[in-house]
């Protein structure tokens, strides 16, 4: 009797054993009866039924990555590699969503092959409309076509696509040499222009420069021509001025005005022979000679006037 009791307890301590469960966070365990589904379990401590229900599959929620690399063949014929990362998630943690998950594929690796598969032939078709010389330009359009074409997809299968990074993108090493030779090419005509817009440029300032420089003293020269002018007009001004006064003296005092032609007829020999650069002067030297000359002098001095 005792024995019985025992194992009773040892049965009844089995039972209770069994009937806990823990479901790991970011997981849900997916639970069936008889093989027929029954419910999830959420993160945590649960109870079920010991020996009836079974946890058929743990589904996790949390984000996963896989690294893709396959071909493509674009519009005109060009051979294109892809290396991506394709990110994904369970939709969300609804019990349909987690239905889905757990029952549409018979395991994980038909799933995930399922979705590469997919992607790549998504990606297959959208290179496929496009030239090769596009390819590189269009890497957002591509992983738009393909979330546009897959999210109704991986949502019937209770997933979600949260991103394709395309990380290299290459070509035939043939393609790859003359897209090299044409980019080197575009270089060293951008290097020649930019050399002719920089030797433009500083032709431009120097004759800019030069142009300043001439007109500075373009305006220098004529300032000076003026001062030159000023200075010679008012020599010419006061020696009149002396002149004058000097003859208005000689006549008060009664004397002959000649005397002041004369005066200057000498001066003016005088200053030629200090300053001249030749070795001969020939000058009239009779008496009307020189009232001629000096004559000439002050009517030349009365025009400038």
């Not at 997981?27 to 946890?55: C, D, H, Q, S, W």
């Not at 997919?118 to 992983?143: C, D, H, N, P, W």
């Amino acid at each position: 009797m005792i024995e019985v009791k025992y194992i009773l307890i040892g049965v009844a301590v089995l039972l209770l054993v069994f009937s806990f469960v823990t479901v790991q966070q970011g997981t849900i365990a997916v639970v069936t009866m008889f093989g027929k589904y029954r419910r999830i379990m959420k993160p945590g401590l649960n109870v079920r039924i010991p020996f009836l229900e079974r946890l058929n599959v743990r589904v996790s929620i949390q984000n996963r990555a896989i690294e893709m690399e396959f071909q493509a063949i674009t519009q005109d014929q060009a051979n294109v590699y892809f290396k991506a990362m394709l990110v994904y998630s369970v939709l969300n943690a609804d019990e349909e969503t987690i239905k889905n998950v757990a029952f549409k594929f018979v395991d994980q690796r038909s799933f995930i092959q399922a979705l590469i598969r997919t992607i790549e032939g998504s990606v297959r078709g959208f290179v496929a409309t496009k030239k090769q010389a596009e390819i590189l330009l269009l890497r957002g359009e591509i992983v738009a076509d393909v979330k546009d074409s897959l999210d109704h997809t991986l949502e019937t299968w209770g997933f979600h696509l949260i991103d394709l990074q395309l990380n290299d993108i290459t070509f035939d090493a043939e393609i790859t040499t003359s897209m090299a030779k044409v980019v080197a090419s575009n270089n060293l005509k951008a290097a020649a222009e930019n050399e002719g817009q920089a030797l433009l440029i500083t032709k431009t300032k120097a004759a800019e420069a030069e142009g300043n420089a001439i007109k500075i003293a373009a305006q220098a020269e004529k300032e000076a021509a003026q001062l030159k002018g000023q200075g010679i007009a008012l020599f010419r001004e006061e020696v009149a001025q002396g002149m004058t006064e000097a003859a208005e003296k000689m006549k008060a005092a009664d004397l002959d005005t000649s005397l002041i032609l004369f005066s200057m007829w000498t001066e003016a020999v005088k200053e030629f022979a200090e300053k001249g650069k030749g070795n001969v002067i020939f000058l009239d030297g009779s008496v009307e000679g020189m009232e001629k000359t000096v004559k000439q002098m002050m009517a030349n001095d009365m025009l400038k006037k």
